[in-house]
């Protein structure tokens, strides 16, 4: 079991930055344990914006964030960081993190079934 918990949800203005923060603990010393960044925007389905091997810092994003957001690790600390730059309106939601293992890290942020672990969330607001 992994047990996971975000911070830095706040409020930006359009075109200003946040990072938010995703500590793990437990069982995270697995080769193919990834953890990914989601978001659920008001009145909108939860989708996987970014996606990040533990053990080699692989990591993808979809088309909405790439150019935007970064997903990086720090492997002595067991966190995960998203780094929000450009922020837009329509990046408001809660953003939750989530791991699970998969060999094909490519196809993880089509993959709902593979994220078996998740955090609380942590609300990012941005204003126009």
């Known amino acids: 079991q992994v047990q996971l918990v975000e911070s830095g949800g706040s409020t930006a203005q359009a075109g200003g930055s946040l990072r938010l923060s995703c500590k793990a603990s437990?069982?995270?010393?697995?080769?193919?344990?990834?953890v990914g960044w989601h978001r659920q925007g008001p009145g909108k389905e939860r989708e996987a914006v970014a996606s990040i091997y533990l053990n080699d810092g692989r990591s993808y994003r979809t088309d909405s964030v790439r150019g935007r957001f970064t997903i990086s690790r720090n492997n002595d600390a067991n966190t995960v960081y998203l780094q929000m730059d450009k922020l837009r309106p329509e990046d408001t939601g809660i953003y939750y993190c989530a791991a699970g293992e998969t060999s094909t890290g490519s196809q993880s942020l089509r993959r709902p079934d593979m994220w078996v672990s998740w955090g609380q969330g942590t609300q990012v607001t941005v204003s126009s």
């Open positions: 437990g069982d995270i010393y697995r080769h193919d344990l990834m």
